[in-house]
Nanobody
Framework: QVQLVESGGGLVQAGGSLRLSCAAS????????MGWFRQTPGKEREFVAA????????YYADSVKGRFTASRDNAENTVSLQMNSLKPEDTAVYYC?????????????????????WGQGTQVTVSS
């Protein structure tokens, strides 16, 4: 059974940084497009970032562009999200997800329905 396990969440002051990691097991990791999503109570899960199979292409929501950076290590089966200049509105549960879909060149997968596997989530809280 495929497992995605997030870690690295926590409480941080506005302007601070956190680094989320997601460890994948029981899948051919390099064959999966990876995404990060977040969700707050009462709201739909929203796209944050995505990274292509080799890590050569990354995609970001406008709200995090320039502050968040996605990366992956296919040798270690991990994907990470470096979050800098955090804002209180970044407070959410963050999820990593894996997709076996093959988007066209230059396109990515911003919908949660595009993803096949999900982690359990990790809480990020940014205080003002």
């Amino acid at each position: 059974q495929v497992q995605l396990v997030e870690s690295g969440g926590g409480l941080v002051q506005a302007g601070g940084s956190l680094r989320l990691s997601c460890a994948a097991s029981r899948l051919t990791f390099s064959g999966y497009f990876m995404g990060w999503f977040r969700q707050t109570p009462g709201k739909e899960r929203e796209f944050v970032a995505a990274i292509s199979w080799t890590g050569s292409n990354t995609y970001y929501a406008d709200s995090v562009k320039g502050r968040f950076t996605a990366s992956r290590d296919n040798a270690e089966n991990t994907v990470s999200l470096q979050m800098n200049s955090l804002k209180p509105e970044d407070t959410a549960v963050y999820y990593c997800a894996a997709s076996a879909r093959r988007p066209r060149v230059g396109e990515h997968l911003p919908r949660d329905s595009d993803y096949d596997y999900w982690g359990q989530g990790t809480q990020v809280t940014v205080s003002s």
